[in-house]
């Protein structure tokens, strides 16, 4: 009993709380907080208003309305200076226009020509014939100033290789007769759809939504969103860079060995494996391939073996990341005096025996067309798919998958932009070794051979995320 009767008590002290404040505000306004505009444009602010039902009788939507804007203080009495602008005066100090139909409470206007003198605070008020009331509780704050400010660039979800992606670039327009243009500038081709879209302020803005599909050479490229403000007869801009995070599979793996040359049994080889990928690799996979068969024999960045007999053969590795994985090249390990691998040292033998065994004369044979092999293995691993070597792995398969997007070729400012990348990629990588062979006067065919050494002598000059290392030429067991 005492409850119910403190609880009908507290519902009458809310319901008379709010009528009391419902009592004090005669008119009702809707306009936003806030308007960011520029210097020489114009500015529409979106305005309704609505009165309390205790005045409603007084107020006739049929009687000719006039509205009127106020600035800095509602309380215009003493201060008459204070009324900027009177729809029914023909000259006001502001010019503008009450764009919105007051019939049916709509005060939307448009100031024009605005300066930086127009900063300030403003409240609107109504009179018609009975009935006339200001708002003082909501006033709209117009802030002018001489540059635009930045447009909005938002991106949904992950930015994948492969996955055409969307991203929207936001403007204010707080002049829709004079809205911003809005322009892209991307690593690739896109193409944009724009619009005018209404914010829940009511205020506009110009979206401009970009579709792309990212490659792994966009990571960390800047894309920019410009908006350009036509204001009188020139222009304001003003953008907004952003930085692409583009994840992708694995790529420009490579294995390296460490030393290159053949080895004895029991001496220590180092095997190492590099790779770039986002997110970074996180598992490691090394591979023999021995007498025609492909076996897993390691996993980790680096495979370090105390050598025996059976481990002769190539070796390569896979790089993996939650996005698929890129096979390297594959690596020789020769064993000396096995006759699986003959180098040099064996043409030493040949000569220092020369004429006594046929024998070996005829091994010297086999070995020379081995080696020459050799070298065209290495050589393609020099080339920019070089790691899809055509024997048959578990990886083979995603690793291709996941390049196939990055070359469609078809389109000419992608293909521009790619060479870019790829020849600057080689150039940095080649200048050092191709500038020594100029000083030693080599000839092209050895700079070759050179280069493709030069993933166990120096470290990837690249700088996308990934995992590298550097092979330790001296490191033991
Ligand atoms: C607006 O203009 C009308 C017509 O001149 C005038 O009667 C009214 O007082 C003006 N209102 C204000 C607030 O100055
Ligand atoms: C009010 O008038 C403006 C200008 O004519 C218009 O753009 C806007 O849509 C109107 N608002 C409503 C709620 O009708
Ligand atoms: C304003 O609204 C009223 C009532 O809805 C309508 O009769 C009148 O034609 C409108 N005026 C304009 C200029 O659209
Ligand atoms: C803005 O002001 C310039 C001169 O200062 C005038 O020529 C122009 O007509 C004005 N624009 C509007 C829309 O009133
Ligand atoms: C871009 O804008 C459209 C339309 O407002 C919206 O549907 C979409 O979710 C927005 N996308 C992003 C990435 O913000
Ligand atoms: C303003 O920008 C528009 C494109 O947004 C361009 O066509 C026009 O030439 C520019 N005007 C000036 C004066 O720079
Ligand atoms: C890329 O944008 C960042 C800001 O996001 C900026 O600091 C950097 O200079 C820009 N780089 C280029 C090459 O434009
Ligand atoms: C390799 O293994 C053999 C036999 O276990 C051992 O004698 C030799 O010292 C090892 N070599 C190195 C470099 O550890
Ligand atoms: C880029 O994306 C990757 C994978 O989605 C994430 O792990 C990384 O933190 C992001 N980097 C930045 C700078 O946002
Ligand atoms: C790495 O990949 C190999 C081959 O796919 C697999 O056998 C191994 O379990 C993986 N290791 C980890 C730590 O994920
Ligand atoms: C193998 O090379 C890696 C990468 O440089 C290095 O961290 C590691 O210590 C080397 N291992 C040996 C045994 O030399």
């Excluded at 005018?196 to 792994?216: A, E, G, R």
């Excluded at 600057?424 to 000839?443: F, M, Y």
């Amino acid at each position: 009993m005492a409850c119910s009767e403190n609880m009908f008590f507290l519902i009458g002290f809310f319901m008379s709380g709010v009528l009391a404040c419902f009592g004090q505000r005669d008119l009702i306004t809707t306009m936003p907080d806030r308007l960011d505009v520029l210097t020489g444009s114009c500015v529409q602010i979106p305005c309704s208003f609505d009165i309390p039902d205790l005045h409603k009788d007084k107020f006739n939507s049929a009687i000719l309305l006039s509205g009127v804007w106020i600035k800095e203080n509602p309380y215009f009495g003493e201060r008459p200076d204070r009324v900027i602008f009177n729809s029914s005066e023909t000259v006001n100090r502001y010019q503008g226009k009450i764009t919105g139909n007051m019939s049916q409470k709509n005060c939307t206007t448009v100031f024009f020509n605005v300066t930086t003198s127009y900063s300030d605070i403003y409240y609107f008020r109504i009179e018609s014939k009975p009935f006339r009331a200001t708002d003082p509780e909501k006033s709209v704050y117009i802030d002018v100033r001489d540059l635009p400010s930045s447009p909005i660039i938002s991106v949904s979800g992950e930015v994948k290789e492969g996955t055409p992606v969307s991203l929207n670039c936001s403007a204010f327009a707080p002049c829709p007769e004079h809205p911003p243009e809005l322009t892209w500038i991307l690593p690739t081709q896109f193409t944009t759809e724009n619009q005018l879209h209404k914010n829940t302020d009511q205020t506009i803005s110009v979206l401009s939504t970009m579709t792309f599909t990212p490659s792994y050479l966009h990571h960390e490229k800047n894309i920019t969103c410009t908006a350009v403000y036509p204001v009188g007869t020139s222009n304001k801009t003003a953008e907004h860079n952003m930085m692409l995070n583009v994840s992708f599979s694995p790529k420009d793996t490579l294995a390296s060995i460490s030393p290159a040359d053949s080895v004895s049994v029991g001496s220590c080889v180092n095997l190492t494996c590099s790779s770039t990928a986002n997110p970074p690799v996180t598992n490691f996979t090394w591979f023999q391939i021995s007498g025609g068969k492909t076996t897993q024999v390691a996993s980790g960045l680096s495979y370090t073996l105390n050598v025996t007999a059976g481990d002769g053969g190539q070796y390569f590795c896979e790089a993996r990341n939650s996005h698929g994985c890129g096979k390297s090249n594959e690596v020789q390990l020769a064993i000396k005096g096995q006759e699986e691998t003959v180098n040099t040292m064996v043409f030493g033998i040949a000569a220092g025996t020369l004429g006594v065994l046929l024998l070996i004369s005829l091994i010297s044979v086999i070995g020379w067309r081995r080696n020459s092999r050799l070298h065209d293995g290495l050589e393609r691993t020099d080339s920019p798919q070089g790691q899809n070597s055509p024997v048959g792995t578990v990886c083979t398969n995603q690793a291709t998958a996941g390049e196939e997007p990055e070359e469609p070729a078809e389109d000419q400012p992608e293909e521009i932009q790619y060479g870019d990348i790829d020849f600057s990629k080689l150039q940095t990588k080649e200048i050092p070794a191709a500038a020594q062979d100029r000083v030693q006067g080599q000839e092209s065919e050895y700079a070759e051979v050179n280069v493709t050494g030069r993933g166990a002598q120096e470290p990837p000059l690249n700088n996308l995320d990934g995992l590298y290392a550097q092979v330790n030429k001296t490191g033991g067991c």
